[in-house]
């Protein structure tokens, strides 16, 4: 899987968006680029996926660059519960490849 | 729908004892994970099975051995614990993509379970 490289931390406004950013500069062509995040000592949680197109679900948005080497993660109007760390991890999708790695994630503080 | 259940939430070990960690999903997955969590650390996966009857070691599988009981079950065993595998344990399951298909992938977690070892 290709590695990403998210900022180590981030603060946001309470009702702002926040925009989540993540590099992946070597995704190959069959990697998707997937979200999760966790909520202080719970278990991970699924937000979003895509694979080159602008993906939106009820919890998020998901930019992808054109070039595939970069996306954000946009929490439209972040809110106190939004506190958590947010991971962005790259995975091949096919049925010889299922291990799927966290990295270091982004830890985002949602201050009132 | 309870989803993916690991047991127990909490264990203290003394260093030498072995223990198993259960872990047990009801959304008929295909593949499931066991992953540890230091203090301040990102998830680093211990081992990972894709299917029924198949393993597999991911970043930091020493000290560990796992076994897929059948389709619902994946346990992880430490043989003979140490203070370094103090941690938070997480399962996690979810299904497979058929090729040339784009199905639900997401994984799903457990709560966790919370090991100390002394």
């Known amino acids: 899987d290709a590695k990403t490289t998210q900022p180590p931390s981030m603060d946001c406004a309470e009702g702002r968006a926040a925009n989540l950013p993540c590099n992946h500069s070597?995704?190959?062509?069959?990697?998707?680029v997937y979200w999760y995040r966790q909520i202080h000592s719970q278990g991970p949680q699924y937000i979003i996926h895509?694979?080159?197109n602008n993906e939106t679900n009820e919890m998020a948005s998901l930019i992808i660059t054109e070039d595939r080497k970069s996306s954000t993660l946009i929490l439209p109007h972040a809110t106190l519960r939004d506190t958590a760390v947010y991971y962005c991890?790259?995975?091949?999708?096919?049925?010889?490849?299922?291990?799927?790695?966290f990295g270091a994630g982004t830890t985002v503080t949602v201050r009132a | 729908n309870a989803g993916v259940t690991q047991t127990p939430k909490f264990q203290v070990l003394k260093t030498g004892q072995s223990m198993t960690l259960q872990c047990a999903q009801d959304?008929?997955?295909?593949?499931m994970y066991w992953y540890r969590q230091d203090p301040g650390m990102g998830l680093r996966l211990i081992y990972y099975?894709?299917?029924?009857?198949?393993?597999d070691k991911g970043e930091v599988p020493n000290g560990y051995n796992v076994s897929r009981l059948n389709k619902r079950e994946f346990s992880l065993r430490l043989e003979s614990a140490a203070p370094s595998q103090t941690s938070v344990y997480f399962c996690?399951?979810?299904?497979?993509?058929?090729?040339?298909?784009?199905?639900?992938?997401?994984?799903?977690f457990g709560q966790g379970t919370r090991l100390t070892v002394v």
């Open positions: 895509g694979l080159k």
């Open positions: 991890i790259v995975r091949v999708l096919s049925s010889n490849d299922y291990k799927l790695s």
């Open positions: 996690a399951s979810s299904e497979a993509l058929h090729q040339g298909a784009r199905s639900n992938t997401e994984a799903f």
């Open positions: 099975s894709a299917s029924e009857g198949t393993t």
């Open positions: 070597t995704i190959s062509g069959n990697e998707y």
């Open positions: 959304m008929n997955h295909n593949s």
